[in-house]
């Protein structure tokens, strides 16, 4: 069965100061991963894409970037964190060949930027 | 989201009544899918969707491409019904979401 994992749970930053996100997926080769963003309240926003290793497609630039060092790691990272940074992260994997088939998501990370 | 309307926003159900959520589309969707959001944040996959209709347990989606909506029907709400429901929508490989249904299920 595939899985899921996020890292940390939750973080609480300064402004200015650096974020690196991770997210792993297991028993589950090649997958389409995805990191989203969600405002406290919100809706969700898809933030990158990723279809094999070493590839990363921008959707909306937020001053984050994203890397996929590994076939099952995708990693979100900034080196000044801002205060619209503060929400919700989430990674996603996607079943089939297209991009944003069935998703599956992590339990996300919870981030405040002070 | 402009592209994908919910509603409604916001709905109350008394344990064991019955509801549905809707959305519609000012895109083309190809598929939709539907989740629900649970209070400590997770995003549970609840239906995925060509057009047509799927049932599971409690719950029953239908994707009507023609008139571009997709309903979600909850039977018999519990407690645990409760949440954040999400519909999206997939058009030229790129996912539009809603803005939610805020779902409260009281005793």
């Known amino acids: 069965a595939q899985t899921i994992h996020q890292w940390p749970v939750a973080e609480i930053k300064a402004v200015g100061s650096p974020l690196s996100l991770g997210c792993t997926i297991k028993g589950k080769s090649s997958p389409n991963l995805y990191w989203y963003w969600q405002a406290t309240g919100g809706t969700l926003q898809q933030l990158f894409y990723s279809i094999t290793v070493g590839q990363v497609e921008s959707v909306v630039q937020l001053n984050l970037s994203a890397s996929r060092p590994k076939d099952d790691q995708f990693i979100l990272s900034t080196e000044k964190l801002l205060l619209s940074h503060s929400g919700f992260y989430l990674c996603?994997?996607?079943?089939?060949?297209?991009?944003?088939?069935?998703?599956?998501f992590g339990h996300g990370t919870k981030l405040s930027v002070l | 989201g402009d592209k994908v309307k919910q509603s409604p926003s916001a709905l109350s159900l008394q344990e064991g009544t019955n509801s549905a959520l809707r959305c519609n589309f000012s895109?083309?969707?190809?598929?939709v899918q539907w989740f629900l959001q649970n209070p400590r944040g997770s995003l549970i996959n609840l239906f995925y969707l060509v057009p047509g209709t799927k049932e599971n347990g409690r719950l029953k989606s239908t994707f009507n491409s023609k008139e571009s909506y997709s309903t979600l029907h909850i039977r018999d709400a519990q407690l645990e019904d409760s949440g954040t429901y999400f519909c999206a929508a997939n058009n030229n490989n790129r996912i539009f979401f809603g803005d939610g249904t805020q779902l409260v299920v009281k005793p």
């Open positions: 996603a994997w996607s079943l089939g060949e297209g991009l944003n088939e069935r998703l599956f």
């Open positions: 895109i083309a969707a190809t598929t």
